[in-house]
């Protein structure tokens, strides 16, 4: 089967670090990607790991491994603004489905 | 420039009635995909379109569901005899290309409810 696993909530406050967990259980993908949506918003696209280890992008980077079928979203610097959810996502090989985690739902306090 | 659009925004309509909706990709990009979003969930993959022909519809959850993109840019997703269960977001995404990864632009989504 395919899967990915995300936390369904994280809450942190303004100007913190948060890391957003994805693990997954699927073979043969092309990478991981992250997308972030905003409540009645389209998703919109973050980061990609295409390579194990870490890719930066302004206040956020994105890491992979896939010995360990893992990666995970660091938000450094929160802003209200960041609240929103987070999703994790792979393309597999062999064809063109993209698979989404469900999801982790960042809430951003003052 | 413009982004993805789809329309309707809003589609309400009846058990066993017929729906069509529609999707506007960027201009230029050659691969579209179709999602549909439940509440709280992440987008599902539906169907995978690679210029003109589906290339990947192993997403579509049953033959009630069909999607064409005659001329390689509009596409339409077309759903017969509804259900209360295809309740959904359903959203469309474009990119350059469907090899590896390309960076995918999603609409805005079409919410249908089947009442």
């Known amino acids: 089967g395919q899967s990915l696993e995300q936390p369904s909530e994280v809450t942190a406050v303004e100007g913190a670090i948060v890391q957003i967990n994805c693990t997954y259980q699927?073979?043969?993908?092309?990478?991981l990607s992250w997308y972030q949506q905003h409540d009645g918003g389209a998703p919109t696209f973050l980061s990609y790991?295409?390579?194990?280890g870490l890719e930066e992008t302004g206040r956020f980077s994105s890491f992979l491994s896939r010995s360990d079928s893992y990666g995970y979203l660091l938000l450094q610097e929160l802003q209200m603004k960041d609240s929103a959810s987070y999703f994790c996502?792979?393309?597999?090989?062999?064809?063109?489905?993209?698979?989404f985690g469900a999801g982790t739902r960042l809430f951003v306090k003052a | 420039g413009a982004g993805v659009s789809q329309t309707p925004s809003n589609k309400v309509t009846e058990k066993g009635k017929y729906v069509e909706l529609r999707c506007d990709p960027i201009?230029?990009?050659?691969?579209l995909y179709w999602y549909r979003q439940s509440l709280g969930q992440g987008p599902e993959f539906l169907i995978y379109?690679?210029?003109?022909?589906?290339?990947?519809d192993s997403g579509l959850p049953n033959d009630r569901f069909f999607a064409v993109r005659p001329e390689g840019s509009v596409s339409t997703l077309k759903i017969q005899r509804t259900e209360r269960g295809d309740s959904a977001v359903y959203l469309c995404?474009?990119?350059?290309?469907?090899?590896?990864?390309?960076?995918?632009?999603f609409g805005p989504g079409t919410r249908l409810t089947v009442l």
């Open positions: 995404a474009s990119s350059i290309t469907g090899t590896s990864h390309n960076e995918q632009f």
């Open positions: 699927t073979s043969g993908f092309y990478g």
């Open positions: 790991n295409a390579l194990d």
């Open positions: 996502a792979v393309k597999r090989t062999g064809g063109f489905k993209t698979i």
């Open positions: 201009s230029g990009h050659t691969a």
């Open positions: 379109f690679q210029g003109t022909g589906a290339a990947d």
